[in-house]
């Protein structure tokens, strides 16, 4: 069974803090390590990793995923109080059906980060 | 673009009454999920649609749960009948080729 474990489960910081999640995985057939924001139901996409060692980045965010070690983590740095959210991280592997291969996202519990002023 | 659409937004049943969960897809994507995310936990997939046939559902509670997406585009979810443990957010997500889920805002369903 695929398995997806994020930490801390929840961070409390200050505004301008550096804060660095952590998600280690157990997949069979891994194709992908996505990470979502989530505030208040939907969950909206962040990241897409695929190959070790690339970071990816986005503005205060970044990524970055070691298929060796099977994790990967998200740096927020300066942070602000819109980024408090659950943030999710999820690995993609193929869902079987007579014999075609589709994807599936396998998601952990999140990390609850909660920035203060 | 008009995202993932689902009604309704909230929901609240007595236990073993019955309820319906409805989801109109991004256009074009054939690929259609239902995940339950209970409060503090991540989202756990309860069936996978590919068009109108399914693909997984392994961790659909088939007693109670069912799925449908007859003509490949919207889908229903119903729950019936419905136990306390089924208060959750039912998140309806939608791919393209590819491994990128758009969720839409979910329902919350509460049981009491």
């Known amino acids: 069974e695929d398995k997806v474990v994020q930490s801390p489960l929840s961070l409390v910081v200050h505004e301008g803090d550096t804060v660095t999640l952590n998600c280690s995985y157990e997949?069979?057939?891994?194709?992908?390590l996505l990470w979502y924001k989530q505030e208040k139901k939907a969950p909206t996409f962040l990241f897409m990793l695929?190959?070790?060692?690339i970071e990816k980045k986005s503005g205060r965010l970044s990524s970055i995923l070691d298929k060796k070690e099977l994790f990967s983590i998200l740096n927020i740095t300066a942070t602000q109080t819109g980024d408090s959210a659950v943030y999710l991280c999820a690995v993609a592997s193929p869902s079987n059906a007579g014999g075609t291969s589709y994807g599936k996202l396998t998601f952990g519990q999140g990390t609850i980060l909660t920035v203060h002023p | 673009e008009a995202g993932v659409a689902q009604s309704p937004r909230y929901k609240i049943i007595e236990k073993r009454q019955s309820v319906a969960f409805w989801c109109n897809p991004i256009s074009g994507h054939a690929t259609l999920y239902w995940y339950q995310q209970i409060l503090g936990q991540g989202p756990k997939l309860l069936i996978q649609?590919?068009?109108?046939?399914?693909?997984?559902d392994s961790q659909l509670p088939k007693d109670r749960f069912s799925a449908e997406r007859l003509k490949g585009v919207d889908s229903t979810l119903k729950i019936q009948p419905a136990k306390l443990e089924d208060s959750a957010v039912y998140l309806c997500?939608?791919?393209?080729?590819?491994?990128?889920?758009?969720f839409g805002s979910g329902t919350q369903l509460s049981v009491l």
């Open positions: 997949v069979t057939n891994f194709r992908s």
């Open positions: 649609f590919q068009n109108n046939g399914v693909v997984d």
């Open positions: 695929t190959s070790s060692g």
């Open positions: 997500a939608s791919s393209g080729p590819g491994e990128k889920l758009f």
